[in-house]
């Protein structure tokens, strides 16, 4: 087996060696070996891609569609997008030159930070959240900037984000928010994206709204988006790995003003030059006709949320309110203390239950576990029932 010669070690990326490997990811893999553990770790739907999405790929396979696509993505797709988000929130994008397909939200956040950011630059990131983005800022040379959302019900606030760039933000180029949130499930109203919007205006700022759970939100919230307030300023990431189960296509876009997405397409060419073709093909089915998917599975999540929430109240745990996406951060009952890594590690061993920390999310989340119901209807109540013995035997 090939070793690295001895004085070519110290001449790779220093970036890339200071970049600490992923907790979430480490944490999820030990207590998977855990015999009969029930997982609610990780945000992966359960359900399967709808058929005729897969009817699509496969259509596209026998056409024998297997020449580069432009770097930007399909024309049919772009299409697809743009009437897609004009439907949704009413932002019209050129589909020619305001939209890129992306291998993923992962890669679309990568060529965001990589246009935006010079080294030394300062992104502002509301937190708890999905700890991905604090290495990509980092890989892109910028610093991100942590904000702790915990003593405002997990959301951002036009006044903390004063606060934050009268200090240690002071400078920032761009604010990152999820929306709705992982790991909290919360959504922003109206009212509070027009309020932020005129921070960010006040301050000169780029937007970033990731909005991959934008049609998993329950009840009677509604999805509202910062395109919506200020789109001369906001890039818009979102994909179709959670609406309609398709993580393994790894198929996401970006939307935003043309001066900065010919940057973004230019970059992405040297990257992946374009998403794959029968993906692309899967895409577009899903944009144009998958409505009725993401409605139909919004309902098996809202239930199984329903579930959860009703054992974890009843066990002592306080939540943070969920409204969207698939999760549920509680909060440890007091009878526990406090370390979020340790609860997570007796849970998964003596209930049976894995659950994320919720100190992995960055300021805010210590005391807290992470859990996904993404998972199936058996698992859900599986879970349910050990949770609530495993607290019951403690008392």
């Given at each position: 087996?090939?070793?690295?010669?001895?004085?070519?070690?110290?001449?790779?990326?220093?970036?890339?060696?200071?970049?600490?490997?992923?907790?979430?990811?480490?944490?999820?893999?030990?207590?998977?070996?855990?015999?009969?553990?029930?997982?609610?770790?990780?945000?992966?739907?359960?359900?399967?891609?709808?058929?005729?999405?897969?009817?699509?790929?496969?259509?596209?396979?026998?056409?024998?569609?297997?020449?580069?696509?432009?770097?930007?993505?399909?024309?049919?797709?772009?299409?697809?997008?743009?009437?897609?988000?004009?439907?949704?929130?009413?932002?019209?994008?050129?589909?020619?030159?305001?939209?890129?397909?992306?291998?993923?939200?992962?890669?679309?956040?990568?060529?965001?930070?990589?246009?935006?950011?010079?080294?030394?630059?300062?992104?502002?990131?509301?937190?708890?959240?999905?700890?991905?983005?604090?290495?990509?800022?980092?890989?892109?040379?910028?610093?991100?900037?942590?904000?702790?959302?915990?003593?405002?019900?997990?959301?951002?606030?036009?006044?903390?984000?004063?606060?934050?760039?009268?200090?240690?933000?002071?400078?920032?180029?761009?604010?990152?928010?999820?929306?709705?949130?992982?790991?909290?499930?919360?959504?922003?109203?109206?009212?509070?994206?027009?309020?932020?919007?005129?921070?960010?205006?006040?301050?000169?700022?780029?937007?970033?709204?990731?909005?991959?759970?934008?049609?998993?939100?329950?009840?009677?919230?509604?999805?509202?988006?910062?395109?919506?307030?200020?789109?001369?300023?906001?890039?818009?990431?979102?994909?179709?790995?959670?609406?309609?189960?398709?993580?393994?296509?790894?198929?996401?876009?970006?939307?935003?003003?043309?001066?900065?997405?010919?940057?973004?397409?230019?970059?992405?060419?040297?990257?992946?030059?374009?998403?794959?073709?029968?993906?692309?093909?899967?895409?577009?089915?899903?944009?144009?006709?998958?409505?009725?998917?993401?409605?139909?599975?919004r309902a098996i999540y809202e239930k199984r949320l329903n579930i959860l929430h009703t054992a974890l109240v009843e066990s002592g745990f306080t939540l943070a309110a969920p409204e969207g996406a698939f999760y549920i951060f509680a909060k440890i009952p007091k009878k526990f203390g406090t370390d979020d890594v340790k609860f997570a590690t007796?849970?998964?061993?003596?209930?049976?239950?894995?659950?994320?920390?919720?100190?992995?999310?960055?300021?805010?989340?210590?005391?807290?576990?992470?859990?996904?119901?993404?998972?199936?209807?058996?698992?859900?109540?599986?879970?349910?029932?050990?949770?609530?013995?495993?607290?019951?035997?403690?008392?």
């Amino acid at each position: 087996m090939p070793r690295l010669a001895k004085n070519l070690s110290d001449k790779t990326n220093t970036r890339i060696k200071s970049l600490p490997q992923s907790k979430i990811d480490a944490f999820a893999n030990e207590i998977a070996q855990i015999p009969d553990i029930v997982k609610l770790t990780i945000g992966e739907p359960d359900l399967e891609t709808p058929e005729h999405i897969k009817q699509a790929a496969i259509a596209d396979i026998k056409r024998n569609d297997s020449h580069y696509a432009p770097e930007a993505g399909k024309p049919e797709l772009l299409n697809a997008i743009s009437n897609y988000l004009n439907n949704k929130l009413g932002v019209r994008y050129d589909p020619q030159s305001e939209i890129c397909a992306t291998v993923g939200v992962s890669e679309a956040l990568n060529l965001t930070f990589m246009t935006l950011l010079n080294p030394g630059d300062k992104v502002l990131v509301p937190t708890p959240v999905w700890g991905v983005y604090f290495g990509i800022i980092e890989l892109a040379g910028g610093i991100p900037i942590e904000i702790d959302t915990s003593d405002d019900h997990f959301l951002l606030t036009a006044s903390k984000l004063e606060q934050t760039l009268a200090g240690e933000g002071g400078g920032a180029k761009a604010l990152i928010l999820t929306d709705p949130s992982n790991p909290t499930g919360r959504v922003y109203t109206k009212t509070e994206l027009i309020e932020i919007a005129q921070v960010i205006s006040d301050h000169d700022l780029f937007a970033i709204t990731d909005e991959i759970y934008a049609e998993l939100i329950y009840g009677h919230k509604k999805h509202y988006s910062l395109t919506q307030i200020i789109p001369e300023r906001t890039i818009l990431l979102s994909g179709l790995s959670k609406s309609v189960a398709m993580t393994g296509w790894r198929i996401g876009y970006i939307a935003g003003p043309q001066e900065i997405m010919q940057m973004i397409i230019k970059i992405n060419l040297y990257l992946v030059c374009s998403v794959t073709d029968n993906v692309q093909a899967a895409a577009t089915e899903a944009l144009t006709n998958g409505e009725q998917d993401y409605i139909a599975a919004r309902a098996i999540y809202e239930k199984r949320l329903n579930i959860l929430h009703t054992a974890l109240v009843e066990s002592g745990f306080t939540l943070a309110a969920p409204e969207g996406a698939f999760y549920i951060f509680a909060k440890i009952p007091k009878k526990f203390g406090t370390d979020d890594v340790k609860f997570a590690t007796d849970l998964a061993h003596k209930a049976k239950v894995g659950v994320m920390p919720g100190s992995y999310f960055g300021a805010g989340g210590a005391g807290f576990v992470r859990l996904s119901y993404a998972a199936s209807d058996t698992d859900i109540q599986k879970a349910a029932k050990r949770i609530k013995n495993y607290v019951k035997r403690l008392q």
